[in-house]
Nanobody
Framework: QVQLVESGGGLVQAGGSLRLSCAAS??????????LGWFRQAPGKEREFVAA????????PYADSVKGRFTISRDNAKSTVYLQMNSLKSEDTAIYFC???????????????WGQGTQVTVSS
């Protein structure tokens, strides 16, 4: 069992930056074997894929809407995955969730472990 806790959300003006973190606890010795993903859910909308990173850090798919603005990375020594978000737009406003899976899937149903989410609000 892996527990995931997100942090780093907040209120930022359009064009600004935030870095989200997701720290794992529990069976962290196996953290390096998991692929990690970030998803987001805006009010009244379905949860959508943002980015993912493979276990060995060699594959990082992104949603088209964030490509070139967001960067996912991981630090296995700290059992933490990050999402650096630059050039934020009002449409990036959502609750952001991190999740763990066996592969860097782009669909939520393939992820077994989820955090509680962190709110990101971008003001225009």
């Amino acid at each position: 069992q892996v527990q995931l806790v997100e942090s780093g959300g907040g209120l930022v003006q359009a064009g600004g930056s935030l870095r989200l973190s997701c720290a794992a606890s529990g069976r962290t010795r196996t953290f390096s074997s998991y692929a990690l993903g970030w998803f987001r859910q805006a009010p009244g909308k379905e949860r959508e894929f943002v980015a993912a990173i493979s276990a060995n850090d060699d594959y990082t798919p992104y949603a088209d809407s964030v490509k070139g603005r967001f960067t996912i990375s991981r630090d296995n020594a700290k059992s933490t995955v990050y999402l650096q978000m630059n050039s934020l737009k009002s449409e990036d406003t959502a609750i952001y969730f991190c999740a763990a899976a066996s592969h860097p899937f782009t669909t939520a149903q393939h992820y077994s472990y989820w955090g509680q989410g962190t709110q990101v609000t971008v003001s225009s």
